[in-house]
């Protein structure tokens, strides 16, 4: 079996009763999570300037956006909202995916169930479906994709959006690996953005490609069903490299469980030495003398900034990020990231303690920190990978809900997500 059959398979196929209970906690932590970062998001240059266009645009009033009361067609609501919901870079992570699953699948779930009035049974179902194929693909792809210069988030995730917006729209598998073979020949995005508004609008094209595939195909529209990995298809010719890994135990065992979420507002390479340190706190910022920090050798050319001067330099620098850590900043806020905070003395003066060594035995989910105080020294070390209870995970995530939208709106969006999350009223969050 073909490993186009097989996701089509999935994603026609799986019913709410085959969902593990920790997978379906984990999308409903990942829609306040995505719902969090997407109106945190609203008013950067990328989601502004999306936003005016797609509204200038107007058509059928199918689907709500984040930032405006004004309903739009699906495949534009999808393409701003991907876009708004990754511009603060701050949304969920899978490591093994090598991307962002919920930006590019949420948004076209969302307004393809805004559209066809599914209900949010339904639309969660639908998400979940899509995300798990999301990172499905991404395994697939795996790291020679993403080495080569493709954006995970964006390929892997058109097609986990497609088999979305499918799902809502009452494809059968026949049609799914239609939508599959089509996005063969649609799902785009680059590394070489990175560092632009064209990094989250990589998760607007998913969206939007997603949800623009399925609507064709519900249409009648014919493509090379084969295409994601016949011979000049999607895979071969974009370094796909591993389809074992990728379909085993798809339908039983959820990938998705496994998904990361950004407790700190900068690069995720930094998370694990925070995590770290945080262990640690309080700790005296006058009895520091020095602070070593052990990390994966592809974060020192990521996030190592030895002396940024601006709030986005921070957002990747260990040799800030860890003393504003120290000194009472909390790294889980937006605003503690200016460029006041890297000119204080006591920053910098930290700062200039702080050796940032790589060490090839760590995974990139790991740190070790050594700090010698005056009297003694320390070590801890932390890994992304360690499991998180759910409960834990939620009131962190509520925490950082409530530091982006205020307590009772991240209050009333949970509310809405635990009474079903019906996509009325999740839109109703979105443009509030």
């Given amino acids: 079996m073909t490993f186009t059959s097989q996701l089509s398979d999935f994603a026609s196929e799986i019913s709410a009763k085959d969902v593990s209970s920790e ?8 829609l306040l999570d995505w719902l969090a970062v997407g109106v945190a998001g609203v008013d950067e240059p990328v989601s502004r300037i999306t936003r005016e266009m797609v509204l200038t645009e107007g058509g059928a009033a199918q689907a709500s956006l984040f930032g405006s009361d004004t309903r739009l067609p699906a495949r534009a609501a999808a393409l701003t909202n991907g876009a708004t919901s990754h511009a603060l870079d701050y949304d969920d992570t899978h490591f093994a995916h090598i991307g962002h699953p919920s930006v590019a699948v949420f948004p076209a779930a969302l307004a393809v ?9 339904a639309f969660r179902h639908a998400a979940l479906i899509g995300i798990e194929a999301s990172i499905r693909v991404g395994v697939w792809l795996g790291r020679a994709h993403y080495q080569t210069g493709f954006h995970q988030t964006a390929t892997a995730g058109a097609f986990g959006a497609g088999l979305a917006a499918a799902r809502l729209m009452g494809l059968g598998a026949g049609d799914m690996a239609m939508v599959l073979g089509l996005l063969a020949t649609r799902a785009s995005g680059l590394k070489s953005q990175f560092g632009t508004m064209g990094k989250p609008f990589n998760a607007g094209l998913a969206a939007a490609n997603g949800v623009e595939a399925a609507q064709l195909v519900a249409r009648g529209f014919v493509a090379n069903p ?22 085993q135990g798809i339908g039983k ?3 998705f469980e496994t998904v990361s979420h950004k407790f700190h507002a900068c690069c995720h390479g930094l998370h694990a ?16 003398q020095a602070i070593t920090v052990c990390t994966h050798p592809r974060w020192m050319s990521v996030c190592n900034q030895p002396a940024p001067d601006t709030g986005l ?3 990747f620098s260990y040799a800030t990020v860890l003393p504003m850590q120290i000194l009472g900043h909390d790294t889980a806020r937006l605003d503690s990231y200016n460029a006041q905070v890297c000119a204080d003395a006591a920053l910098r003066g930290l700062r200039d303690k702080v050796q940032v060594l790589a060490d090839d035995s760590l995974t990139e989910m790991q740190a070790h920190l050594t700090i010698t105080l005056a009297d ?3 070590e801890t070390s932390h890994d992304l990978d360690a499991p998180i209870a759910l409960a834990d995970r939620q009131a962190r995530l509520m925490a950082k809900a409530g530091s982006l939208l205020g307590e009772e709106r991240a209050a009333k969006a949970w509310q809405i997500i635990e009474n079903g999350a019906a996509p009325e009223d999740v839109g109703e969050m979105q443009s509030a």
Avoid: Y
């Fill in 23 to 30: 997978a379906a906690q984990m999308l409903r932590l990942s």
């Fill in 253 to 255: 065992e959820w990938l």
């Fill in 113 to 121: 169930a805004q559209a066809t009035g599914a209900d949010g049974a």
């Fill in 313 to 315: 330099g921070a957002k």
């Fill in 226 to 247: 084969d295409a994601l990995e016949s011979a000049q298809g999607f895979g071969p010719t974009h370094a796909g490299e591993d389809i074992q890994s990728a379909a």
């Fill in 273 to 288: 030495a925070l995590e770290a340190q945080a262990a640690l706190l309080p700790i005296d910022a006058d009895a520091v």
């Fill in 376 to 378: 003694r020294s320390v």
